[in-house]
Every structure is written in structure tokens, then in C-alpha cells.
């Protein structure tokens, strides 16, 4: 195992596919890409690319870093089913990084602050549990840094990752700060007749 960690990062909870390598404390590579929708397919041809950019293989890794949201539900679970995938059959550890977290690396006294749909934020002040709010109540909380700048979240991860790794308890999970949009039908379900 080398001396200096080398952890992949990686983060799909946005509109965007974006990932970066740290060997020790230094970011060697990084590639973001902003899309919509197409992150299930680009995910590991992209990891696979910075890897290749960086001189790197698979094995060569000591951990996985993975966006665990708030953010976009279908985003979320690309990323962490990637991690958990790779993990099993690199027999590596996969760190699960929240935004906040991500955000709060790079931050002095700001509250991380994630954008959601119609004007509300995803936020998770000191001491409390994450929540979605409309933005001027955010912004009564004190000074907010947001996650616009895909490749600044992904190096985020890269970072709490790298603090994280060797105490890791468990695989990544999701991070949702908010009910699913999709409920099960109130709907009685047809009577079925016996012959």
C-alpha cells in the first residue's frame, strides 16, 4: 500500500458527472461535466478517463469518496450504486460525503447552503438536521456558500474523504433531506372473486 492515500472521488447529485483523484493532499486530476440527464451511462468511462489521465489504475487506489446528496434522487443513487459496486470488487473503502460536508471543507463561516427546485435550499446549520426551506429564510441563517461549482464540491469530497477513510463504519448511503415526490396510491385495490 503506498505511503500517500489515493482516493477517487466522485459526485452525481447535481445536473453534472464529476469526479477527482487525490494522491496524499494534492488533487492530481479532476473532470467535470455538466448534463442533465446521461450519468448512469458516463459515470465510469469518465473514472475511467481521469484515471488513465493521472497515470493511475484501479488498483492503485486506497478509497472511494461519493456524493450522498441532498440533491437529485436518481443522481444520488448512480453514484452511490457505482461506489458500492467498485468497493465490493476493489475490496476498498467508500466514504459517503453529504454537500454539506463537501462545502463546509472549503468555507469559513458560511452555511452550507444546496440549491433545490422553486426557489428553496437544502441546509444543515450546526447542530441540526439537513432540511429543505425557501431561500430567504436560508439567508436569515447567516452568510451561505453554495454548491454552483461542480468541480469545488467533487474536490470537497476528495478532501472529507481523505480524513475519513481509515475510519469509515459502513457503506454509503443516500442523503434525503425531503419525502419523495411519488406516493403509493391511496386506491383500494381491486376484489378478487373466488370461482
Keep these: 500500500m503506498p505511503s500517500d492515500p489515493i482516493i477517487l472521488a466522485f459526485d452525481t447529485s447535481a445536473a453534472h458527472c464529476a469526479a477527482a483523484l487525490l ?11 455538466q448534463m442533465t440527464r ?5 459515470l465510469m468511462p469518465l473514472l475511467e478517463e481521469l484515471l488513465a489521465e493521472a497515470d493511475c489504475t484501479w488498483q ?3 478509497a472511494i469518496g461519493v ?14 450504486s457505482a461506489a458500492r459496486g467498485l468497493v465490493l ?32 435550499v437544502y441546509v444543515a446549520p450546526a447542530g441540526h438536521s ?8 436560508a439567508e436569515s441563517l447567516g452568510p451561505l456558500i453554495f454548491n454552483d461549482d461542480a468541480e ?11 480524513q ?12 434525503y433531506a425531503r419525502a419523495a415526490d411519488a406516493a403509493p396510491s391511496k386506491d383500494l385495490p381491486p376484489v378478487l372473486l373466488d370461482e
Design 23 to 33: 494522491d496524499g493532499d494534492q488533487i492530481v486530476a479532476t473532470r467535470v461535466e
Design 67 to 80: 456524493g450522498i446528496g441532498p440533491g437529485n434522487f436518481t443522481g444520488i443513487r448512480i453514484s452511490i
Design 89 to 120: 470488487g476493489l475490496g476498498i473503502p467508500a466514504v459517503g460525503v453529504s454537500g454539506f460536508d463537501a462545502l463546509a471543507d472549503g468555507a469559513e463561516d458560511a452555511v452550507p447552503a444546496i440549491r433545490a427546485p422553486r426557489d428553496q
Design 130 to 137: 439537513p432540511a429543505l426551506i425557501p431561500l430567504d429564510q
Design 38 to 42: 446521461g450519468q448512469a451511462e458516463r
Design 60 to 62: 492503485d487506489l486506497s
Design 164 to 175: 475519513r477513510w481509515q475510519s469509515n463504519d459502513g457503506p454509503p448511503a443516500p442523503l
Design 152 to 162: 469545488l464540491q467533487v474536490r470537497g469530497i476528495a478532501h472529507v474523504t481523505r
